[in-house]
């Protein structure tokens, strides 16, 4: 993929589901910390209220508020309108953020926050790399995403 910027960088946006802040999460700070020092801008999109977003905050990124729920999976005619809603929900505000931070690459992790940017990445013609952390076998809600 190449980017073409006068500069020679560009902005990513860095998406977790969920907010608390593990392994995982340090890691991408820790990268999104690199992408830094080598001019790109980073925006971190996951819960604004854990402490991901704290976290994320106190090293100076910015942070939009992403979330894609309900959180607990109950096979219901309730829960399949309220993900449903939750996803076009999701999209339409990561549009947004795209738009806005002018995002040129969206690094998701996990494929259910995938589903939460994918017509935004479409919409958008962004690249998105989808990095799943869990071991194998992968879960049936993950090969459904």
């Avoid at 608390?20 to 999460?25: I, K, R, S, Y």
């Avoid at 990268?31 to 790109?40: H, I």
């Avoid at 829960?79 to 931070?101: F, G, L």
Wanted: charged content about 25%.
């Amino acid at each position: 993929m190449t980017i073409s910027h006068t500069d020679g960088c560009g902005n990513v946006a860095v998406v977790y589901r969920f907010g608390f802040l593990g392994g995982a999460e340090r890691n991408g700070l820790v990268s999104m910390q690199a992408l830094r020092e080598r001019g790109w801008q980073s925006t971190l999109c996951c819960p604004i209220d854990g402490r991901l977003a704290e976290k994320g905050r106190s090293h100076g990124f910015d942070v939009e508020d992403y979330r894609i729920g309900p959180d607990k999976i109950e096979p219901s005619p309730r829960w399949i309108i309220q993900t449903a809603v939750s996803v076009a929900q999701t999209n339409v505000r990561m549009r947004r953020v795209c738009r806005s931070r002018r995002i040129d690459l969206m690094h998701i992790h996990g494929p259910i926050a995938a589903v939460g940017c994918l017509l935004a990445c479409r919409a958008g013609r962004i690249p998105m790399m989808v990095h799943v952390h869990d071991a194998q076998p992968p879960k049936r809600t993950y090969r459904a995403a």
